[in-house]
């Protein structure tokens, strides 16, 4: 936008510009959900779904797509599909798909329970806080919407999400901040990973990944990407080899920056676009980079995570698993940032061919 703002004089109502918009879905999968339309006003645009713990679903830069979103498109929040493999019969994809509270990875059980896929967040409906929208004719250029989710029971554990998401008119770049709260009376088990989903036309053969960091293939006997042999960080065609459940991912110890920030992300040349995603290692200590190149369900997914998806049960063995006490917080950064002009993209890759 122009930094002498005399188009303000040409604006009669923000919408003009952008602005969050709620709005309930009336059909499919999602019918009755409450949904945020956020508009930046700089070209990017994406869909909260508020009904599924504010995670983000589509998102769009100008005329390309930027997210996966998995053939069931947007489905209403099922509270109770938290058994085996259930979470996979709601899995939006989407932008961010948030995981946890308790438990990120497979099914698992042992004497403190049984948890499902990726526990149960990303299916709990968010108690709007605040919606606060911009308003440039008095220079507040910022807007965010915010909203509580809990998860757990009575006579059990009690865990609270406060989630903010920040953007700011002209800027291309989605803020979010989660605090996670134990409520309850009694310590908390506490994992938290966000699933980033990243589609077609962004993600294409060709598309460049970019993150830095000690790796090791989540099943090291059988990878066929992620091997020293293979060019992982660039994009394939659709694989045969990925049809049904064909999939693989590496587990990251992620290098920093000098303050100890995790940058990541990826670059589609021919679109001249570019998506980068930073966090705190401090925060969250761990990545996970998800590819799986099926015809027809092509995506990839990068995840940071306080564990990589490992399971309650193998991140309490390793001593890795986080226990909030009562009254105890943790608090959780994660940008994601779209670029398209030429030199903050070649910035973005000279950052990792530093290392």
């Given at each position: 936008m122009d930094s002498d703002n005399k188009w303000l004089d040409k604006v009669s109502h923000r919408s003009q510009i952008g602005e969050i918009e709620t709005a309930r879905l009336d059909n499919g999968h999602g019918s009755g959900t409450r949904i945020a339309w956020v508009n930046t006003g700089s070209g990017l645009r994406f869909k909260v779904a508020?009904?599924?713990?504010?995670?983000?679903?589509?998102?769009s830069?100008?005329?390309?797509?930027?997210?996966?979103?998995?053939?069931?498109?947007?489905?209403?929040?099922?509270?109770?599909?938290?058994?085996?493999?259930?979470?996979?019969?709601?899995?939006?994809?989407?932008?961010?798909?948030?995981?946890?509270?308790?438990?990120?990875?497979?099914?698992?059980?042992?004497?403190?329970?049984?948890?499902?896929?990726?526990?149960?967040?990303?299916?709990?409906?968010?108690?709007?806080?605040?919606i606060k929208q911009p308003d440039p004719h008095r220079g507040q250029w910022d807007m965010e919407i915010s909203g509580r989710i809990f998860q757990g029971q009575p006579l059990g554990y009690q865990l609270e999400l406060i989630r903010t998401i920040r953007c700011r008119l002209g800027e291309s770049t989605i803020r979010i901040n989660d605090q996670v709260r134990n409520i309850g009376n009694t310590p908390a088990p506490h994992m938290l990973l966000y699933h980033l989903n990243f589609g077609w036309p962004f993600i294409d053969s060709g598309t460049h990944l970019f993150w830095n960091g000690d790796w090791t293939s989540r099943e090291p006997d059988i990878a066929q990407l992620?091997?020293?042999?293979?060019?992982?960080?660039?994009?394939?065609?659709?694989?045969?080899?990925?049809?049904?459940?064909g999939e693989e991912a590496a587990f990251i110890n992620p290098q920093t920056d000098e303050n100890g920030i995790v940058h990541c992300g990826a670059h589609n040349e021919k679109?001249?676009?570019?998506?980068?995603?930073?966090?705190?290692?401090?925060?969250?200590?761990?990545?996970t980079n998800w590819q799986h190149w099926g015809p027809g369900e092509y995506v990839m997914g990068l995840?940071?995570?306080?564990?990589?998806?490992?399971?309650?049960?193998?991140?309490?063995?390793?001593?890795?698993?986080?226990?909030?006490?009562?009254?105890?917080?943790?608090?959780?950064d994660l940008s994601i940032a779209v670029i398209t002009e030429s030199s903050a993209i070649e910035h973005f890759i000279r950052r990792f061919n530093k290392n």
């Open positions: 508020i009904d599924r713990a504010m995670d983000i679903t589509e998102a830069f100008n005329a390309h797509n930027l997210s996966w979103i998995s053939a069931l498109g947007m489905v209403s929040p099922q509270p109770l599909a938290d058994k085996g493999t259930d979470w996979l019969r709601t899995f939006t994809g989407g932008l961010v798909t948030t995981c946890g509270l308790t438990h990120v990875g497979g099914p698992d059980r042992d004497h403190s329970g049984e948890r499902g896929l990726h526990d149960r967040i990303s299916n709990i409906p968010a108690e709007i806080i605040q992620f091997t020293d042999q293979h060019d992982f960080r660039t994009c394939p065609e659709p694989m045969e080899s990925h049809r049904g459940a679109l001249a676009l570019a998506v980068h995603v930073s966090f705190p290692k401090k925060q969250l200590p761990w990545l995840e940071p995570g306080t564990n990589p998806p490992i399971g309650q049960i193998k991140a309490r063995a390793n001593n890795q698993l986080i226990e909030l006490k009562p009254h105890e917080s943790r608090s959780y």
